[in-house]
């Protein structure tokens, strides 16, 4: 719908300029006055629509690029809770194995799901 809104301005665009080529300031200064406000009003349409494209351009952009930083920061998100997970289910197991053999390891696990599971029923 666009394409035909610019092509009938262009078409008139030409149409304007043809008649301020064709006319002199001497012939008749408030024609050639009335002619080439024509043609500004219609470079002036010409240029708001150039202007609305460009700001179509820039929005797509934009929301591309929102996108994928979105994604971005998804995955971040993802991957840091797949870590903590991984830790804290291995610090846990370290943790349990503490009766069969009291290493460093389990030491650390101990104190790792001490400030890992909050202490609900302490006042």
């Known amino acids: 719908m ?9 078409a008139d665009y030409k149409k304007a300029s043809d008649l ?9 200064n408030e024609c050639y006055k009335m002619a080439l406000e024509d043609r500004d009003k219609v470079r002036t349409e ?10 179509e351009q820039t929005q797509i952009l934009q929301t591309k690029n929102e996108t994928k930083w979105n994604w971005i920061k998804f995955g971040m998100t993802l991957t840091t809770l797949g870590i903590n997970l991984a ?4 610090a846990m197991r370290k943790t349990f194995e ?18 890992t599971i909050p202490k609900l029923f302490k006042r």
């Open 20 to 28: 301020v080529d064709g006319l002199s300031i001497g012939d008749n």
């Open 2 to 10: 666009n394409t035909k809104i610019e092509d009938a301005l262009w």
């Open 87 to 90: 830790f804290s289910s291995w």
């Open 46 to 55: 010409l240029i708001k629509m150039e202007q609305m494209k460009n700001e």
């Open 98 to 115: 503490f009766d069969r053999e009291g290493t460093v390891t389990s030491t650390l696990g101990r104190g790792i799901l001490n400030n």
